[in-house]
């Protein structure tokens, strides 16, 4: 059933139309047997802390569990059984193979269609891509939709990109090359043209609560007062005045966007729905957009609210009963303490499974900058705090901008201000990186935007692919998930084409979000950084022993231009050097490893060239055995 459907004909929607099943322990174990039933207890228990009393709510929600459940697909459900074989027996999920990446691009710029990218499996297998993360693919408001993050209708798909038959064709292709579609679920907000935003600003009863409203400018100040602004320049402020309802409706994005309001419970239960549904065309992983934003709290950010974190909690804990395969990923862009907790505490008290490692990644950026190591030493040592059943997907670029103030916690502003400068082109004429300054709030540092290549210097640079190798090889050592954005595997550069298009012209992020340029792909030297990629894949893949290794932890002592990190295996070091500068270093190999990327050894004194990498591995001595 369509989310479109005009919601006055939609029977289940409105409490009040709704008759209420009281779920007993005794029908969640005879249908999930006793793991389910826990799932459940956990899932209420985190709603009762958001709503209070929720014997009506979970009634609500168990019909639909029930008929999700029972839609789902035989194959899938043998998914969901090796799932739950993996995880009894302690092993890692099939979405995290050694060595293989998640590869994240937007449909319409890689294979043109989703029939298109059916054609591309090969490509993607060719990288060892074991997560295929296309960007927004579900219907979108037309015209201006900030990529497509606008959606008009959760159940069906842009009619650009295909339908919803060659979404479900794609997954079980991915499925056969074993490799699992993540999907991007925007649920903090929704297109205005949704039929719920149209039912809401017509005042239909049944949606009044669906988004938060507000009479007069004096209440939308008090809010303001405490919000910051996510897109500064172009679209400020956090509310926006529709005249059809007369209120100032909450957007904390583009004034086309409208927040969802989760203090109604039947907005939890509608996009619990759409997960379901899209769970069951095959969908492997959600990517759980603007997570942070979901509850609003006067007098506070509102972001990352604990009760965000519990309605988190309660999605993962209800799709564990009707899909347990599919995993969450989320989307916090925020300081490493408020992406944390998007882990949840600990196994048992379990939120997503995987999330962004901005703060490295922006880091990293930032220590290429200064050609130093200390910022990402810092950042490792944070990063390392995630709780053990937590992964983080580490990345170079993505399709957003670079934001300097997810390191506020560990750097100043002007030195945040000084790495954003540093890597535009209009500020920084002289140096080698062709960013570009994207908008900041009032005093803070611009962000960043454009392609990997292109902040390495791009092609008349003779130290970009030193540089960018040296990055995309830092991300493939760390702990977790290694990503490769669209064109990074080729050295894709800006694409400024944008600006020539009245849609995308006042959006700078269009920058970086080029299109796949097939034949350029073909050339020796894209090959040349497609390989780079790929002998670090395959040293992973060799040493499947990494993935149960130690977080990396900083190695200190080394000359300041140097950034390295150990990770311990039961009977063996994993070492990670790199020059972050553009002159040579060294460090000491001690007794001396094999360099798994150059495939030499090394020992006692080694020299690093401008921005080189290694990964040593060194053997545990075994003791000689007594005579
Ligand atoms: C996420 C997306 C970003 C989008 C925003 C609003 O941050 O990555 O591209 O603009 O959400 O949906």
């Known amino acids: 059933m369509p989310d479109s459907l005009p919601p006055s004909v939609d029977p289940s929607l409105g409490s009040a139309q709704t008759p209420l099943t009281l779920v007993s322990e005794a029908m969640v174990l005879e249908r999930f047997g006793a793991s389910g039933l826990w799932h459940w207890h956990e899932a209420r228990a985190a709603l009762s802390r958001v709503y209070g009393q929720v014997d009506g709510l979970m009634g609500l929600i168990w019909p639909r569990l029930c008929t999700q459940h029972e839609a789902r697909d035989p194959s899938l459900k043998a998914q969901d059984l090796r799932a739950q074989d993996l995880e009894t027996r302690g092993l890692a999920p099939d979405w995290r193979k050694p060595g293989s990446a998640l590869y994240c691009a937007y449909i319409d710029r890689f294979s043109g269609t989703l029939k298109g990218a059916i054609d591309k499996i090969p490509y993607l297998q060719s990288l060892n891509v074991g997560i295929f993360h296309p960007l927004p693919l579900l219907r979108p408001r037309s015209g201006d939709n900030d990529g497509g993050f606008a959606v008009e209708d959760y159940r069906d798909i842009d009619p650009r990109l295909g339908s919803l038959a060659d979404l479900k064709d794609l997954t079980k292709a991915l499925g056969q090359a074993e490799i699992r579609l993540v999907l991007d679920v925007v649920c903090n907000h929704t297109a205005k043209e949704h039929a719920w935003a149209k039912a809401f600003a017509a005042k239909d009863p049944a949606f009044k609560d669906f988004y938060l409203g507000f009479e007069t400018q004096a209440e939308v100040d008090e809010w303001e007062a405490h919000l910051l602004d996510v897109f500064p320049e172009t679209a400020p402020g956090s509310f926006t005045y529709d ?16 927040d969802l309001n989760y203090g109604c419970p039947q907005v939890f239960v509608e996009m619990l729905d759409v997960l379901m549904f899209l769970a069951n065309q095959g969908v492997g992983g959600f990517r759980l957009d603007s997570a942070p934003f979901l509850w609003k709290e006067k007098g506070t950010p509102c972001r990352g609210l604990p009760q965000t974190h519990d309605l988190l909690k309660a999605f993962v804990h209800l799709m564990r009963l009707q899909a347990p395969s599919v995993f969450f990923l989320a989307e916090a862009i925020e300081d490493l303490n408020t992406v944390l907790p998007f882990f949840g505490q600990d196994h048992e008290h379990r939120e997503c499974d995987m999330a962004y490692n901005n703060s490295l990644m922006t880091a990293l950026w930032a220590g290429l900058a200064e050609g130093k190591g200390e910022i990402v030493h810092q950042a490792l040592d944070l990063a390392a705090q995630k709780p053990k059943h937590g992964v983080w997907l580490n990345y170079a670029r993505c399709h957003d901008d670079i934001i300097w103030g997810a390191l506020g916690n560990l750097a100043s502003r002007e030195r945040q201000k000084a790495w954003s400068r540093f890597y535009d082109q209009n500020l920084n004429p002289d140096g ?25 210097g791009g092609s008349s640079d003779g130290l970009a692919d030193k540089r960018h190798g040296l990055i995309y090889g830092l991300v ?38 080029p299109h796949m340029d097939w034949a350029a792909s073909q050339t020796k030297e894209a090959q040349a950084r497609r390989e780079t990629i790929l002998r670090a894949s395959r040293a992973l893949k060799l040493l499947p022993q990494l993935q149960e290794a130690t977080a990396p932890q900083a190695l200190l002592g080394l000359g300041p231009e140097l950034l390295g990190f150990e990770r311990r295996l039961p009977d063996a070091q994993f070492i990670c050097i790199a020059n972050l500068s553009d002159r040579p270093s060294w460090f000491d190999a001690g007794q001396g490893g094999h360099d798994l990327l150059s495939g030499q050894r090394l020992q006692g004194r080694s020299v690093l060239d401008a921005y080189q990498l290694v990964w040593l591995l060194r053997l545990d001595e075994t003791p000689s055995s007594e005579s």
């Open 243 to 258: 005249a059809a309802s007369g209120l100032y409706i909450w957007t904390s994005f583009y004034p086309y966007q409208w």
């Open 432 to 456: 080698y990186a062709q960013g570009l300054g994207f908008q900041g709030t009032k005093g803070a540092a611009l962000s960043t935007c454009g392609m990997a290549y292109s902040l390495c």
């Open 476 to 513: 493939y050592a760390l702990d977790g998930v290694p990503m490769v954005y669209m064109g990074d595997e080729i050295g894709l550069e800006n694409d400024p084409s944008f600006a020539q298009d009245p849609e995308k012209a006042s959006e700078l992020r269009w920058l970086h979000r």
